[in-house]
């Protein structure tokens, strides 16, 4: 089964959701399985204010996939591609894509307007 990356929107999404069924991180569960960038925990627990156990238990049965040399060198590239453009985007989303490339992983996000601006990136979108 194939490995990808998961971005921050995705587990949200199923976070927030009473019908989890009718998630993205569902559906793609069905044919996939998930490494989680350590970015995207970092962005999880910043924003968790209550410290919920379900991101403990989550993250604790996760592949979290570390920000590395490589990860930054892919990272400086973007950003300056990004930059030269006039694209740029948000640093995290950055970091995200550039360990997603470096893995050699797909990433799969709610967000195509900022990932789509990466050109050696590829998405799983709605």
Not at 17 to 38: M, R, V
Not at 60 to 79: G, V
Request: proline residues 2%.
């Amino acid at each position: 089964m194939e490995v990808i990356c998961l971005n921050t929107g995705i587990l949200i999404e199923f976070y927030r959701s009473k019908y989890k069924h009718k998630t993205l991180l569902f559906e793609l569960a069905k044919e996939y399985q998930f490494a989680i960038p350590a970015i995207v925990k970092y962005e999880v627990l910043r924003g968790d204010k209550k410290k919920d156990i379900f991101w403990v238990k989550f993250f604790k049965k996760s592949k979290i996939l570390p920000f590395d040399d490589q990860c930054s060198q892919i990272a400086s590239n973007i950003y300056k591609n990004l930059k030269q453009g006039n694209y740029l985007i948000g640093t995290d989303d950055i970091l995200i894509a550039s360990t997603a490339i470096g893995n050699n992983h797909k990433l799969a996000t709610l967000n195509k307007k900022d990932f789509n601006r990466i050109n050696e990136l590829e998405l799983i979108t709605r």
